[in-house]
């Protein structure tokens, strides 16, 4: 039988106010407890995971804008106690779980979080709610963008950002799965960092020989497809000395600059620029191919999936978390948590 949970009239929540990135956007509030709907959920949270669509969504810069006010969070993980009903949601009650935020309502930086049935994964009990935190955004974008690499039959890919959580996710990835890769960083301790995880090419961007070098182990490798976190100045660099009929799947624009496509890379040399959200991604997926691919996920996250976890601060420090994260990204992620253990 599973363990019955008091649930509170009110709970604690870091609430935003304002799309922008000045301080006092957000405050901790108290938010009144609201009724299960059939199919939701309610999630005690243990942890909540900062991500760069995190600050890009408080500063009203991401694809999607919720009514203010409102709670900010893509992600998080806890414990689920107490359903609307649904055979789904009757499922989860007891369980721990990695859980995403609803489209139109609160995230998961909150002591409490209710959200979609579906939106909750189960955690295998050999996997830490602060792993389970950080399952959703990267695992499964470097799944899914690696899955497209071997889809299309690419015999290399390129990615930016590659000293990234997420960059490094794929880079363990394929080297399971032994499909080699070009990894662009901007600075030597970034190399350093990925040569150790087993990195066979590496390049920075900021060499003055950085666009011959690409251009002649992209040929080499065969790289016709690029992984794009950054966007802006670079893309188009890259792109453009990838052979002839080469793609770009941009995942992210953390240079927020637009990129710089030269016509004659579509016209002349075949090149193309693509999207990829997760958002639009999870959504087209049949309900047993989702399945098999959380499964996949949940069994990678000890190891080529495993996060680094740079800092832990309480809900009560959001603002301090929120910073600390943007100033450091490639350190490893930030984590707010409630203080609860189940």
Excluded at 19 to 45: I, W
Excluded at 61 to 74: A, R, T
Aim: net charge positive; charged share 20%; hydrophobic share 40%.
């Amino acid at each position: 039988m599973a363990k019955k949970y008091e649930i509170p009239t009110s709970y604690l929540a870091y609430e935003l106010s304002e799309y922008s990135d000045k301080p006092g956007r957000a405050k901790l509030v108290q938010k009144e407890m609201k009724p299960l709907k059939k199919g939701e959920v309610l999630v005690k949270m243990h942890s909540a995971s900062i991500n760069p669509s995190d600050l890009m969504f408080m500063r009203g810069l991401y694809g999607i804008k919720k009514k203010l006010p409102v709670v900010p969070g893509f992600e998080g993980s806890g414990v689920v106690i107490a359903s609307g009903g649904g055979w789904r949601s009757n499922s989860l009650v007891g369980k721990a779980v990695a859980c995403t935020a609803p489209g139109k309502g609160d995230g998961t930086y909150a002591e409490y979080m209710t959200t979609d049935a579906f939106s909750c994964i189960t955690l295998n009990s050999d996997t830490s709610l602060e792993q389970g935190a950080c399952l959703f955004v990267n695992p499964l974008t470097a799944y899914a963008l690696l899955d497209q690499v071997i889809r299309e039959k690419h015999k290399a890919y390129i990615q930016t950002a590659a000293a990234s959580a997420l960059g490094k996710m794929l880079l363990r990835l394929s080297l399971k799965k032994g499909i080699p890769g070009i990894q662009i960083v901007r600075r030597k301790e970034q190399a350093d960092l990925l040569k150790s995880l087993g990195a066979e090419h590496i390049l920075d961007s900021s060499s003055p020989n950085f666009d011959r070098e690409l251009r002649v182990l992209a040929n080499k490798l065969g790289a016709t497809i690029l992984l794009d976190a950054v966007s802006g100045e670079v893309t188009g660099r890259v792109l453009s000395a990838m052979p002839h009929g080469s793609k770009c799947v941009v995942y992210g624009a953390m240079s927020e600059e637009p990129i710089t496509f030269h016509p004659g890379l579509g016209i002349f040399q075949d090149k193309k620029i693509e999207g990829y959200w997760l958002s639009t991604w999870i959504p087209n997926l049949p309900l047993w191919k989702l399945l098999k691919v959380t499964s996949a996920v949940r069994s990678l996250l000890g190891k080529e999936f495993h996060t680094d976890i740079a800092a832990r601060l309480p809900l009560k420090e959001a603002e301090k978390a929120i910073l600390e994260y943007s100033q450091n990204m490639t350190r490893g992620k930030v984590l707010i948590q409630t203080g609860w253990n189940p």
